[in-house]
């Protein structure tokens, strides 16, 4: 992740309880038995990150990890009780109410887990809202809305009201909407939870092409690990409010911080987050056409297989840094981690 | 059922034993003793309360003020604010604008026709459902006219239309300022209580003061009675807006009040409407006990009637006012259920075309103004051609006086012989130090001491007040049609549940019966017994059945069908699924709706002064016909107390249930 940061946060705490702020300036690293003794629950702790621009950026946790309220003092729905947020270098905690509005009205957007749609709107009026509540001109607000409805695959049902259509599409206007103010910063708080499992993996694949287009920098919350290896650039793992561990999923796999990472990384197939490139033997070698870092095993497995020795490997401009055998890829497949 | 019984059981009910000797004999007791205190309140320990607090009105009304503002400025202020709009209606509808204030030359015009107004309501009703409304509605407006109540029913209808809006406009004001200030809703929830369980009347008299009789006072009066249930509704929807929609609400930028107005209100909207229905039947609930402080229409014309005892009038515009009441209820629902649906705007096209019915209604109205100056039948409906069943609702009872008397006297005679009057001397023989004592115990075993102390405190206060016989009568006289209305409510909630066709003609009785105003229910019961306690009993009953009979019928339906199953899988007979499934675990909601029975009870009771009892409500009525502020308002006070404890023990007692069942914890 080489370029520049778009979100960072440092040292978020969220204490619940009497009187947290005097608490946390008196202890200002309190421990789990510290929070205990003064019957304080810490639903956030410490939590640090950065978020590059144009990353999906994954929080992932099981319910009551803390997650969803991260991502609440991100956006600063919540307060925090301590720490800071800095958004383009700009620290959110300290924005007055008006330019917070301002920062939210231009700049961020997000999608909810069950839509959280106007009941009394139709589905174009609610696309439109958030214009309509900046006073942007009527005709041109229009315009935009009807575009980003085409955007998600919503055409000719601008005149519904939001109980006529499906989940799925629910969720596609709530995407809509979160999209029609061009925010720099796309939060997405777990937004096909909510749906049948075969509709949410349709979803996710629109999902990546969307970004594909639009390269957004999106803040992703999830208690789906599947969805997050499938999604994730980077994926930060919480539990009991803190984050245990920040990296991407091929790291996760591969290296996990604790028993609980691993927990979650061995039901997951390997060889769809092991990358070429994690897998090679560095240095040139190998014959015919190479193949690239970044492919996923699964994807390039077979070709391995069928080929007689080593196939190369080729970094992003297209010079050979390693090799791969049938072996590795054997291991990969077959191996410990692979099936168990 | 036997059950073994423990040390804790045979405690209650010795004391429960105790309880009823003491007030079987109680009162020969104190004789024998000397020691008559017991029973009879000691005059010389009542302290008075109600000097100050007429002397605290009358200081209030004659000399406070905030530097040149008097209070009386103030009330003069509001009394104006609500005459001017009102007045406007009153001409509209009933007098008609009658002379040229500013210059004589003023064009005067007549009142609305009742071709029109009727026109108007069944275009509003096709508007908000169908013809089968629209139908309805007119038949309910053309019976107005036909029977001769028109004139009354548009007085009421404007002051139905004021204090509707500032009503629910104004419960809505202050649910929103409650709801985003925590500490108001901290405030305001006693005070609310308070008001929905002090009777009417008992700030009837200090409006009086502050407004003096006429139609202002009485809308102000309605106002503040109606408006708490719409504060209530207001913080509760716009509490239950999902916390996603508020979250959205910020994160798109939205400033306070857009988040109010175009997020959380029309988000809640849909509760927001029964809210406003709730209003409206407490309004037209108040049409009669607000004409004894000067609202003219239909109100006025039952309670004249009334005071009378002219049964065939009162009747007809009694009957009048719940044509009304169906009427403006069936409409406003119809309308709240309209606007929650999805209506595609209509493009293009004239305004006329657009809004055919409103034209039709202007048309017709510019016509019979202009018309009525010739043929005043198109204004008026025309008095030789008024029906009226007065004569023969007088004929009726008197054919029934004449033939049945013995049956009905019999059937009074039993009631008050066996049920009423056991329970009225035992009430009145039980010592007041030991009814408190029991009380406090009881508040201590249903929800610790701060119920204890609440029960204690409060029965305390009522016999320091010197009201406690008048209390006694009134807890018995409420007490006794509790327990009819749970006799006869519950049951029929369990048929009107077990039971489809039951349950539709059930839910439709009970419908009716919530629709009628209270006073409604005088009129009959005084024709066939007469004044006295059992008339008085027989209307509370009527009244107050139709929570025992929903919260019954409700509690039994939800009852989970997992566990109906596992009754059925187990092998009980339907009557066993009733006894040892259904109701136990109904048995919480139903003493929810028993609650609410007290709670209509006792707020009957002051109407039922009026065919004679001798209690609490008897002595508010004549503190408001004297004038009597203080008197009023402390006897108001002891009737909501007695709510106030009767509604914390059966509440406390409610939980107590639902946490042995696992419900709640």
New interface residues.
Partial sequence: MTSNIKLSCRNIWKLYGADTERFLKNTPAPTGSDLKKAGIIGAVRNASIDIAEGEIFVIMGLSGSGKSTLV?CL?R?IEPTGGEVLFDGIDLLRATDKE???????K???V?????L????TVLQNVM??L???AAPKAQAEAKAREVVELVGLKGRE?N?PR?LSGGQQQRVGIARSLV?EPHLW?LDEPFSALDPLIRREMQDEFLSLQARLHKTIVFITHDFDEAVRLADRIAIMKDGEIIQVATPEELVVNPASDYVEEFTKHIPRSKVLTAGGLMTKGAGGSGPPIRQTDRISAVAERIIMADGPVPVADNSGQIVGSIDRQAIAHVLFGAGGGE | MIRRLDNRALIVCALIVVTIVLGQFGRDLSKALDMRWLVKFPSAWVVSFKDPISAGIKWLVEEAAIGPVSFTDVTRAIAWMIEQPYELLLNLLSKGFTSGQGSAEVTLLPAVSWIVVTTAVVAFGKYCRDWGLAALVGACFLYLAIFGQWDSAMVTLASVMIAVPIGAGGGLMIGIWAYRHPVGERLLSPVLDLMQTIPIFAYLVPILFMFGFGPVSALVATIIYATPPMVRITIMALKAV?P??V??G??????ER?LMW??LV??A?HSLMVGVNQVIMLTLNMVIIASMIGAGGLGFDVLAALRRLDIGAGFEAGIAIVVLAIAVDRLSQAFAERMGQ?T?PVHGQSWVTRHKRTTLVVVLLGLTWVLGRFAPALLDYPDSHTLTTGHFWDDVVKYLNVNYFDTFEAVKVFFLQYFMLPIKRTLLGIPWPWAIAMLTLLGWRAGGWRLALLCGGLSGLIAITGLWAKAMVTVYLCGASVILATVIGVPLGVLAALNRRAGTAIGLLIDTLQTLPSFVYLIPVVMLFRVGDFTAMIAIVLYALAPAVRYAAHGIRNVSSDLIEAGIVSGCTPRQLLRLVRMPLALPEILLGINQTIMLALSMLVITALVGTRDLGQEVYIALTKADTGRGLVAGLAIAFIAIIADRLVNAGARGARIRFGLES
């Fill in positions: 609440r956006s729905l917070m509005i301002e920062i939210r009205r231009h961020l957007g997000m909810f887990q069950h839509f959280a106007l009941p009394h709107l809202f958030p309509t509540v900046q005149d009201y006529e103010v939060f | 999902d996603e929609i979250d959205f910020r994160m798109v930028g939205t400033t857009q175009r997020v029309p988000s909207s999805i595609p």
